[in-house]
Every structure is written in C-alpha cells, then in structure tokens.
C-alpha cells in the first residue's frame, strides 16, 4: 500500500471535520470514493494532483493553503520518498508512464513528472490553465511534440522543447526505441 505524508491527510480530516462533512459527503462532493477518501486521511493513499485538486475545491480552500498545513519540517532536513510512495500514472493508450516528482506544495505552480515511452505511445493532453507552458526535456531516444494537431516539432540528442499548454498537444514516440524524458509543467499564476 502507497503512504502519504501523514500530515496531509490529517489536515484533509480536520478540514472536513471542520465543515461539518462526513465521509460520505465530502465523497459526494468531490467525486472521490470514501474508501479512498479514508486511505488519505489515515496516510495510506496518496493522491494524484487531480485527486487532490477535486478534495480540496469540494472543501472550498486552495492546495497552497493545505499543504502549508503540512509543512512543519525542520530548516534542515532531508526527505525520502521510496519508488511506491512517488504517484504513477499511465497514459491512455497504455505506452506512456508518469511518475509525479514535484511536493505536494509546489502543484499549483509547477508539477514535474518523470515520463517513459514505449515505442508508438503517446501522451495526449487537453489545453491546461491558460498561460501554462511545458518544458520537456529529452534523456533518451526520441520524441515528437504535436500542437493543435498540426505544429509539430521533433526532440532528440538531449534536447528541450518549451511549448504553450494551453492548447491540446500530444507527446508522442512514433520510433522503434524506447524513450524518457522528464517534463515540467509551469503554470502562469
């Protein structure tokens, strides 16, 4: 089973205990399940930025402001997240695996996410919040950046392709090798 950061998931409850809701309908308002609404109470789960993001508009308070709540680590310290504790996720199609490396406190501003692609996978996002830019940087083989479907631009040999994400774009790998890559989403606040 994931962990997540206790304190997450102790803010979460005192805020919904706060505004008077039980489980069942803080699931209701936010379209999350109450088992997995529990799971991140009790540091079990840890939730993606979407999952997140649905909680805490149901709450009516900013994820900035929650993770702030969190946050009573020393000046000086060091974390360690293990590979279960770090959020995955897979692409539609299957071809493309994200792995969400970026604190809780920093996803409203930016989220960097480490991406795999298997031969002919692809990415494929609706537009972002308008003013958000991707930045994707290229570790190994070769991918294709598809704007609007009709703008498209290749990356290869390290490269980086900055790109407005406010418009529907595809990452893509159409070749025969594997590739990795790590993309940093930042958002116009």
């Given at each position: 089973?994931?962990?997540?950061?206790?304190?997450?998931?102790?803010?979460?409850?005192?805020?919904?205990?706060?505004?008077g809701?039980?489980?069942?309908?803080?699931?209701?308002?936010?379209?999350?399940?109450r088992?997995?609404?529990?799971?991140?109470?009790?540091?079990?789960?840890?939730?993606?930025?979407?999952?997140?993001?649905?909680?805490?508009?149901?709450?009516?308070?900013?994820?900035?402001?929650?993770?702030?709540?969190?946050d009573?680590?020393?000046?000086?310290?060091?974390?360690?997240?293990?590979?279960?504790?770090?959020?995955?996720?897979?692409?539609?199609?299957?071809?493309?695996?994200?792995?969400?490396?970026?604190?809780?406190?920093?996803?409203?501003?930016?989220?960097?996410?480490?991406?795999?692609?298997?031969?002919?996978?692809?990415?494929?996002?609706?537009?972002?919040?308008?003013?958000?830019?991707?930045?994707?940087?290229?570790?190994?083989?070769?991918?294709?950046?598809?704007?609007?479907?009709?703008?498209?631009?290749?990356?290869?040999?390290?490269?980086?392709?900055?790109?407005?994400?406010?418009?529907?774009?595809?990452?893509?790998?159409?070749?025969?090798?594997?590739?990795?890559?790590?993309?940093?989403?930042?958002?116009?606040?």
């Amino acid at each position: 089973m994931e962990r997540s950061t206790p304190n997450l998931g102790a803010a979460l409850k005192q805020e919904r205990k706060q505004q008077g809701y039980n489980l069942a309908q803080l699931s209701e308002q936010c379209g999350v399940s109450r088992s997995m609404l529990s799971e991140i109470e009790r540091g079990n789960a840890n939730p993606t930025f979407t999952t997140l993001w649905n909680i805490t508009q149901a709450l009516g308070v900013s994820i900035d402001e929650l993770a702030s709540r969190c946050d009573n680590r020393p000046l000086e310290f060091i974390e360690y997240l293990s590979g279960q504790q770090t959020p995955k996720m897979v692409s539609d199609d299957g071809g493309c695996q994200l792995r969400a490396l970026n604190p809780l406190s920093t996803a409203t501003q930016f989220e960097w996410y480490e991406l795999v692609f298997e031969p002919g996978g692809a990415l494929h996002s609706e537009p972002h919040a308008m003013g958000t830019v991707e930045h994707l940087s290229l570790v190994e083989g070769e991918l294709k950046v598809r704007l609007n479907k009709d703008l498209e631009q290749t990356i290869e040999d390290l490269g980086t392709l900055r790109y407005p994400a406010d418009v529907s774009h595809s990452i893509i790998n159409d070749g025969n090798c594997p590739a990795r890559a790590f993309l940093v989403l930042q958002r116009d606040n």
